[in-house]
């Protein structure tokens, strides 16, 4: 499969802001690795993910927020825990699974009655979403089951045509997938480990 045009911030960032709010997809860098994203409302495109990457449709999507405040968007109750835990760790390798606005579509969730979402620290990324004007429903760039890439390059080698296009920030500085951390519950559960260990999320509650 051909690859997918590879654009500089300079030269693509307004380009993918277009192709998000028209709905196609987007990769781009975030703190960790390379993501896919589609605007998050957008049912159509959110479908797409789950084409370009080859998921399963029984795995729900996370989503990237740009600004802390935009939790509110996208989660329907926010516990004490999860404040703390955002107020702590955001923007920062942390994916949060709190329950879904009503907003969110099933689309999303795979059904369920919860999302991932996280705060990336990257200022491209968090740019991008704010841009786009709404929460990015976003994956890593990769297809399912392959290793996440953390370059423009290896991005579209994995999703070759299955994106708009690809944003190059260069190589992520993180290099390794989030700490995934649902909060629904009492006590804080650990889904995925990460950059962020289950101590230093202890710690903080």
């Known amino acids: ?18 192709l998000l709010r028209a709905g196609e997809l987007v990769a781009f860098p975030t703190d960790t690795v390379y993501g896919v994203g589609a605007v998050c409302w957008d049912d159509a495109a959110v479908a797409r993910l789950y084409v370009a990457k080859v998921r399963a449709p029984d795995k729900a999507i996370p989503i990237l927020l740009a600004d802390i405040g935009d939790l509110a968007l996208v989660a329907a109750k926010l516990s004490p825990m999860c404040i703390k835990l955002a107020e702590r760790f955001w923007p920062g390798p942390l994916t949060l699974v709190v329950p879904k606005a009503e907003r969110v579509s099933l689309a999303v969730t795979a059904g369920g009655d919860t999302v991932a979402v996280r705060i990336p620290d990257l200022a491209l990324a ?10 990015l429903a976003t994956t890593s760039a990769n297809l399912s089951g ?7 390059e290896e991005a579209a080698a994995q999703l070759g045509r299955g994106v708009a296009m690809i944003l190059d920030g260069g190589r992520c500085p993180g290099g390794t997938a989030s700490t995934v951390v649902d909060v629904t519950g009492p006590v804080p559960r650990l889904l995925r480990s990460g950059p962020l260990t289950y101590e230093q999320i202890q710690s903080v509650l």
């Open 126 to 135: 968090r740019s991008l979403i704010r841009a786009a004007g709404a929460p």
């Open 1 to 18: 499969m051909s690859s997918s045009a590879i654009f500089s911030p300079a030269q693509g960032f307004d380009r993918a802001v277009a």
């Open 146 to 152: 392959a290793p996440p890439p953390v370059t423009a």
